[in-house]
């Protein structure tokens, strides 16, 4: 979660970068602030090589008809295994939405667990925190078992999260490396009644993509094959 100084001091240094009466500062800085990877700011279609089909007829869709998902609250569960592009899913439809007025947020579960307990002892950073988690768009990516305690304030708070958002008809994206029925059983009756309710399920084959982009860094810096 990025501070209102440190988003002044980036959109500033993009001011400089870019001159004024140049969009991609303000644009940049929009993605900045709404916590999206740097690596997919620029992502446009055809960059996506892996998991096409998924991508083509369900993310590319959702963002085709994105104020209906805005409308009714209809949200995204990526499901599959590290690597195979989760995250580039749901950065291509933050990007997109920011591009057209809409506001968006992204985080991790581990980073989301980090900013709430700031937040016990900073009433200023559990206030940005909730504005951020307003966004009209919120992604929260790595939902799975490596942060998960049945009893923890961490896992009420999602649900707490989901909950509003649902009811309010506000769109949630998700990713987890989890099968959709060890989620459920994971997370229970109640986070599983809205993932079966609101959210179209997208499971992606294995196939780390990330082996592309190391090909792509040895090309570039000359290391070789």
């Excluded at 439809?93 to 667990?113: E, S």
């Amino acid at each position: 979660m990025r501070g209102e100084s440190e988003v002044a001091q980036f959109a500033a240094s993009m001011g400089e970068q870019f001159g004024e009466d140049d969009p991609t500062g303000d644009y940049y800085t929009q993605c900045y602030e709404a916590g999206v990877p740097r690596t997919f700011w620029d992502i446009r279609r055809d960059d996506v090589r892996y998991n096409v089909e998924p991508f083509r007829s369900v993310v590319c869709r959702y963002v085709a008809r994105r104020r209906r998902a805005l409308r009714h609250g209809y949200s995204l569960l990526l499901l599959g295994d590290n690597g195979c592009g989760k995250t580039m899913f749901m950065a291509y439809v933050l990007t997109q939405v920011i591009r057209r007025g809409n506001t968006a947020y992204y985080t991790t579960l581990a980073q989301l667990d980090v900013d709430i307990k700031r937040g016990f002892k900073d009433g200023e950073a559990e206030g940005r925190l909730n504005d951020l988690l307003g966004s009209d768009f919120v992604a929260i990516d790595e939902i799975g078992k490596e942060h998960y305690r049945a009893d923890s304030y961490l896992n009420t708070r999602l649900e707490l999260l989901m909950k509003q958002r649902y009811d309010d008809g506000e769109p949630m994206l998700m990713g987890t490396n989890l099968d959709f029925g060890t989620l459920c059983e994971m997370y229970g009756a109640s986070m599983t009644s809205m993932w079966e309710g609101k959210y179209q399920r997208v499971t992606l084959e294995s196939g780390d993509f990330r082996r592309s982009v190391s090909s792509k860094m040895r090309r570039d810096m000359g290391y070789g094959s």
